[in-house]
């Protein structure tokens, strides 16, 4: 079965930079497309940025292109979020999320049903001075 754990959350000040990592336990990492959401209380959860099974498209909602860059190394079965020039507004619990390919072959936000998706528990992300 596969489980992802996300690490690298805490607390970043605002203009600087955090790396996410989302590790998952399944050796075939490379048949699986990988989106991170971010979700403040209150609110509903957002996608924030995705890879596909090739690594070599990436999808990004509108607020953080050009500030976060998604990427993925399959030998160390792990999926990174690299955060750069922080805002306060992305204050955030971040998680990961993985499809197998075969049910979502191009990234979207627009996820399958439960049953066909493996979400991690969450890393803290704080941006404040």
């Known amino acids: 079965q596969l489980h992802l754990v996300e690490s690298g959350g805490g607390l970043g000040h605002p203009g600087g930079s955090l790396r996410l990592s989302c590790t998952a336990s399944?050796?075939?990492?490379?048949?699986?497309?990988i989106a991170w959401f971010r979700q403040a209380p209150g609110k509903e959860r957002e996608g924030v940025a995705c890879v596909d099974s090739s690594g070599h498209n990436a999808h990004y909602r509108d607020s953080v292109k050009g500030r976060f860059t998604i990427s993925r190394d399959n030998a160390k079965k792990t999926v990174y979020l690299q955060m750069s020039s922080l805002k306060p507004e992305d204050t955030d619990v971040y998680y990961c999320?993985?499809?197998?390919?075969?049910?979502?072959?191009?990234?979207?936000?627009?996820?399958?049903?439960?049953?066909?998706?493996?979400w991690g528990r969450g890393t803290q992300v704080t941006v404040s001075s």
């Open positions: 999320v993985a499809v197998w390919w075969r049910h979502m072959y191009h990234c979207t936000f627009d996820l399958p049903q439960d049953g066909l998706r493996t």
């Open positions: 399944e050796f075939t990492l490379d048949e699986y497309t």
